[in-house]
């Protein structure tokens, strides 16, 4: 089976590229012939931020036949028509398109729809979310026109499918748990986000020395990745200070990057960009926050908690990810909203219980007491208890591991790859 990946490709920082990377070498391990084709530009080049990982020295497709072409400007439709040039050339029996914005809808349903016509091809949409965080008409709209034209879609969790059935109520869907489609309906595949195996544990890697370096105390809280309003961090760190309040043992680790403070703000090019883009929020967001302003770091010391936080501010290369993991007895997951989480994924693959927010599919993934535990959305104090009642009752890595064997990729490529009838 000859299968085209489109999404982002192993040279772009975040989820969706190891996302992308991940699935591609599922696919093939599985004995699939797996092409990556990849934007060269994912978003309107009014963004202001930098996309690209240049901090990452090791290779995630090392050891693969897998092919990429980084093909795709979304602010060029002659690279549009291109991509379907060339994916046609491969004469693929599946193309899987990665869907985690709307924004993205104008080329991914421009060129989905001229993938349809060829037909042979399986269309699958693999949706990371629908209904967007800060939705707007325009968003839904481009949902709409992106993801029309597709036979079968994927979802993590059952929140999404509902969604998806919502967003389409004129089509009817047949839901599967094992990738079996229907004839006569459009297929939703409902099943999980795997657990991330691009990032393995280092087995020589000294914890204590590496805590004491980090200045960690006994119980180590981790916060990881692009630092989003929707992610937290300000539940986070409020809910910690209740903790070092109680107890002189314990650490808050914030390891990553601040997700609108990536290019040199001192640069013209930089606040032409920032300027055009606060516009555009304005016409298409005009209630929403601008989360360009978000600064949950400056709460360390407005709440005097220098001595317990250790801050990596800078996106985390490859190589040093298992550091932060293998430091930490949980990561903390104190999200407003909630999709299928890398982060979570990611977790437990180095069988770290998740404290998280009882929202989106989180109650999905986390038996509380088992895996994790469960806070109250905005209750800063239900927060709090909870990572106390981690110190207190400490979970199993055991039961962690256990909670998601079934979630391998592998399990995840065999139900793609299931289009029995």
Request: glycine share 4%; with cysteine; charged share 20%.
């Amino acid at each position: 089976m000859r299968i085209v990946c489109f999404g982002p490709g192993p040279s772009f920082k975040g989820g969706i590229s190891n996302y992308n990377t991940s699935l591609a070498k599922a696919l093939e391990r599985q004995g699939a012939k797996v092409f990556i084709v990849s934007w060269t530009q994912q978003y309107p080049a009014i963004i202001p931020r930098n996309f690209l990982d240049t901090e990452s020295k090791n290779n995630l497709l090392e050891g693969t036949n897998i092919t990429v072409n980084y093909l795709t400007n979304y602010n060029n439709p002659l690279t549009w028509s291109a991509t379907v040039k060339y994916i046609q050339s491969l004469k693929p029996d599946m193309v899987i398109f990665q869907w985690a914005i709307a924004l993205q809808g104008l080329p991914l349903g421009w060129m989905a729809r001229r993938l349809m016509v060829s037909g042979g091809t399986e269309i699958i949409f693999d949706c990371h979310l629908i209904v967007q965080k800060e939705s707007s008409k325009i968003d839904k709209l481009l949902t709409s026109y992106g993801l029309r034209s597709a036979s079968t879609y994927i979802a993590h969790a059952y929140k999404t499918v509902s969604e998806l059935q919502a967003s389409f109520p004129e089509k009817t869907f047949f839901v599967s748990e094992n990738g079996v489609r229907s004839k006569d309906e459009n297929t939703i595949i409902k099943l999980f986000h795997p657990v991330y195996d691009l990032f393995q544990p280092d087995p020589h890697l000294n914890i204590q020395n590496t805590k004491e370096k980090l200045h960690l105390k006994k119980y180590v809280f981790l916060f990881f990745g692009f630092i989003r309003k929707y992610k937290g961090l300000h539940n986070v760190i409020q809910a910690f200070k209740l903790i070092a309040e109680k107890r002189d043992d314990v650490s808050l680790l914030i390891a990553g990057e601040s997700f609108w403070n990536t290019l040199n703000r001192n640069k013209l090019s930089t606040k032409v960009k920032n300027s055009l883009f606060r516009l555009a929020k304005r016409l298409v967001l005009p209630h929403a926050s601008n989360e360009q302003e978000y600064n949950p770091l400056k709460l360390i010391e407005d709440l005097q908690l220098q001595d317990s936080v250790t801050v990596v501010n800078r996106f985390i290369a490859n190589e040093e990810v298992p550091i932060y993991f293998q430091v930490s007895d949980c990561i903390v997951l104190y999200y407003s909203t909630a999709t299928p989480s890398g982060v979570e994924s990611l977790s437990y693959n180095f069988n770290l219980p998740v404290l998280a927010t009882r929202v989106g599919h989180f109650p999905e993934t986390i038996i509380d007491g088992y895996n994790g535990y469960l806070a109250e959305p905005g209750d800063i104090q239900s927060m709090a208890n909870q990572m106390l009642r981690f110190i207190n009752y400490p979970l199993l890595r055991e039961d962690v591991a256990a909670s998601s064997k079934q979630m391998s990729w592998d399990n995840y490529a065999k139900a793609i790859l299931n289009r029995n009838i």
